[in-house]
């Protein structure tokens, strides 16, 4: 893992321009993967392997912990809840539990795709060891949220600097982990069809002839659909 101020230059040149989001963001992710201890994902094959981030927010942080990660929507290893929180969700899919919580097993990374397709056709994977047989294994996991009192504590460490954002800049890099984060040992449920490299049949929509990856087809009075044509647009036809 690099120091802080590397990472902020290269979240600086990826975002375009640094600030106090992008300070959090950084500090967020390098949270996470020290308590999962992977130590490198971008360089190491394995740690890239363990890890799968969910983000909660489209903002300048989001591009930070991508920067720090290694983890992009299109290597399908960055996932995006649109829930308007300054939070992130590191998985890793070396450690699966069982649905309570329990009984954690690690699995090898490149191991724990091939686990979820076996579950997903109805198969046990032996390096499971027993757990239970289901599509959506469960994957132990960290949430790391954003403070809100971490906003009037840096008016108090530096008042001196009317610019809110340098402020926040400042004092983000200088606070205790304690003072600026709330952490959380979650359980992420994770079926085949979310795991990078997941390679799936190819669905045409009976109504459209559009191509459905991921199994995101919806059925419909017996025909297999893509969401848009199901009724559940985002846009609306000119």
Request: charged share 30%.
């Amino acid at each position: 893992m690099l120091f802080l101020d590397d990472y902020l230059r290269e979240a600086e040149k990826a975002h375009g321009h640094l600030c106090a989001g992008q300070v959090l963001g950084v500090r967020l992710a390098m949270l996470g993967l020290a308590k999962l201890g992977i130590e490198d994902p971008r360089g190491n094959k394995e740690d890239r392997k363990r890890l799968v981030t969910f983000v909660e927010i489209d903002r300048c942080a989001t591009d930070a912990i991508a920067v720090v990660t290694g983890c992009r929507l299109g290597k399908r290893a960055l996932k995006f809840r649109d829930w308007g929180k300054m939070a992130a969700t590191f998985v890793d899919l070396a450690s699966h539990v069982g649905e309570d919580g329990k009984g954690t097993t690690l699995v090898v990374p490149s191991q724990a795709l091939t686990n979820a397709a076996l579950a997903a056709d109805g198969q046990q994977s032996p390096s499971l060891n027993g757990a239970a047989n289901s599509a959506d294994h469960w994957y132990r996991a960290i949430r790391i949220a954003a403070k809100e009192s971490s906003k009037a504590l840096a008016r108090t460490m530096h008042p001196e600097i009317e610019s809110k954002n340098q402020q926040q800049m400042l004092a983000y890099r200088e606070m205790a982990e304690d003072d600026l984060f709330t952490a959380q040992w979650v359980k992420v449920k994770l079926p085949a069809e979310e795991f990078p490299g997941y390679k799936g049949e190819r669905i045409v929509c009976a109504e459209c002839g559009e191509g459905i990856n991921f199994r995101r087809e919806l059925v419909r009075d017996g025909r297999v659909l893509c969401k848009a044509c199901s009724g559940e647009r985002y846009y609306s036809l000119l």
